[in-house]
Structures are given as structure tokens and as C-alpha cells.
């Protein structure tokens, strides 16, 4: 899969592209990644599911969702001609789940990548997230790519503790780029209300704060497999984007900058090219990885 740039919109932070049309040209993005989509309809997690903290916010919305099929029927029409790769975030609670949910996304013909969050709870082992083991993920990567024929991105969890070895199970299972970091365990606590600000306490933590965590993972990704890293974490500005290039990102998701910024995504886009002409850069392919 090729992009017109490198500059993508995170999944959860730009709904289905639709509702961010009146705010840019959506073809000039070089992806747009849509809300997490999951085999069945799911209501979520009960209000409050988002809280605000110092240089970033928690967010425990749970995949809120209407399931495949309404997506195939009733979003798909609507979005599978914007000029742009339209990629689907694809989530599940056992390998069948995201095995079924990718095998009916690989029937839509515009639609030329998934991307797997492997950072939901398998509810066969207690509710621990495929993502923190490298038998989870290659258990999920493996699934899916038996009946999925396209583009295969896998996100990452951060709430492990070594996340090249996940990277390079995903890889050896067929994998055929990752995505990472996906949000950080976080709380958050009403002091005169003593109870925690979140509907089930905890939640993930993302925004400009994850930042130095995100760059060092996918430095560190990047060296351990050979397949593409698209790197996310806290990006919003161009300036952040590049350090994610340099470290050997090949392509970066805006996420948490969207909400406030909706036209975000096109000035970092715009922010990397004057950067480049400053430094007499002919392609972002000059710049990618140049940190070893």
C-alpha cells in the first residue's frame, strides 16, 4: 500500500473521515484509519469514559460501535470513495472474533488495509489484553491472516515489557506493517469526590504526554523487524512528526491533536514539506530512519 504522504488519522479520534469533510480536503490525507470496528454491536463503557490531564487525556469509551455488518451497509457506501487509502480498525475478544470481523472487511473492495487492536481483552485469559504477550498477538496476527488478502497493519500495545519481541511475533505471523503506541494505563482521580473520574477507573492515556515513550518504542521497533513501523503518540505538530521519521517511522497517525485542531492533520502534512524544502530534502524517504 502506497500513501500520497505520510501523515494518517489515529483511530477513535476522526470518527469515519465524514464528519472532519467541512474542516479539510480529505484526499489530501495519506490515510484516514476510522473507528475501532468489532464482529458484533457494542454499547461501550458507561459515562464519564473521557477526562482531560496535564498535556494529554484518559479515555475508556470501550469500542463503541454498531458492528461489521452496519458498517459494510451503512458507513462503507458512504466513505469508499474518498481520495484517499480508507483503513478500518479492527478489534475483537478471541481470534475468531477479529478473524470473522476481518474476513467480511476484506470483501469491500476500497477498502485496502485493516488495522488490528490487539490491545483488547482476550476474555478466555481473565481479560489481559492479546497485545502483552507475544503468544496473544501471533495468536490474533495468525487468524486473521488466513482470511484476510490485503494490507495487514497491527497496533501495538505500549503496556508491555518488551515490545520488539511483540513486534517480531506479529511479523513472523504474517504481519505486514505495525502501528504503534497504542494508549498508556492511566488514572485519574475527583479529589472531593473521592472516586476515580473514569466510569471503570482506569483508562488510556494519550496526547502529548506519551510522546517520549511512543518515539523510544518505535525506535526501538523499527530496528528489531524489517516490515514498515508507522509510528503515533502525541503528535501534533510537523516537528513531531519528523522526530517519528527520523527514528524510522515511514508513516505517522495524528490522533488526540484532532480534537483540538480538526485541520490538524493537513498543517503537519504542510509543516513536513516546508521542512523538507528547507533542508533541501527531495522525499521524506531522505529523512526515515536517519536515527540508528
Not at 5 to 15: E, K, Q
Not at 23 to 50: C, W
Not at 130 to 157: D, M, N, P, Q
Request: proline share 4%; net charge negative.
Amino acid at each position: 500500500m502506497s500513501l500520497k504522504n505520510p501523515v494518517m488519522t489515529a483511530s477513535g479520534t476522526f470518527g469515519y473521515g465524514v464528519e472532519f469533510a467541512d474542516f479539510l480536503d480529505l484526499s489530501q490525507l495519506g490515510g484516514i484509519i476510522v473507528k475501532g470496528t468489532t464482529l458484533h454491536a457494542r454499547e461501550g463503557n458507561d459515562y464519564p469514559r473521557m477526562a482531560e490531564t496535564a498535556s494529554g487525556m484518559l479515555n475508556c469509551v470501550g469500542l463503541q460501535n454498531k458492528g461489521v455488518e452496519y458498517f459494510c451497509s451503512q458507513i462503507y457506501p458512504q466513505i469508499k470513495d474518498i481520495d484517499t487509502n480508507m483503513i478500518v480498525n479492527v478489534s475483537g475478544s478471541s481470534p475468531e472474533d477479529y478473524a470473522a470481523c476481518a474476513a467480511r472487511i476484506d470483501t469491500l473492495e476500497r477498502i485496502p488495509a485493516i488495522e488490528l487492536n490487539i490491545s483488547c481483552p482476550n476474555v478466555r485469559q481473565g481479560g489481559m489484553a492479546f497485545g502483552v504477550t507475544t503468544s496473544g498477538a501471533a495468536s490474533v496476527v495468525k487468524a486473521v491472516r488466513e482470511v484476510y488478502h490485503k494490507t495487514l497493519i497491527v497496533k501495538l500495545s505500549p503496556n508491555v515489557t518488551n515490545i520488539a519481541d511483540i513486534a517480531r511475533a506479529c511479523e513472523a505471523e504474517g504481519a505486514d506493517s505495525v502501528s504503534l503506541i497504542n494508549t498508556l494505563m492511566g488514572m485519574a482521580v475527583d479529589i472531593e469526590r473521592r472516586q476515580p473520574l473514569l466510569s471503570i477507573a482506569t483508562g488510556g492515556l494519550s496526547g502529548p504526554a506519551v510522546k517520549p515513550v511512543a518515539l523510544r518504542m518505535v525506535w526501538q521497533v523499527s530496528k528489531a523487524v524489517k516490515i514498515p513501523v508507522v509510528g503515533l503518540g502525541g503528535i501534533c505538530t510537523a516537528e513531531d512528526a519528523i522526530s517519528f521519521l527520523m527514528v524510522g517511522a515511514t508513516a505517522i497517525e495524528v490522533g488526540t491533536a484532532n480534537f483540538l485542531d480538526p485541520a490538524v492533520t493537513i498543517k503537519i502534512r504542510d509543516g513536513i514539506n516546508d521542512w523538507l524544502d528547507r533542508h533541501g530534502c527531495r522525499s521524506v524517504q531522505e529523512i526515515i530512519g536517519v536515527i540508528s
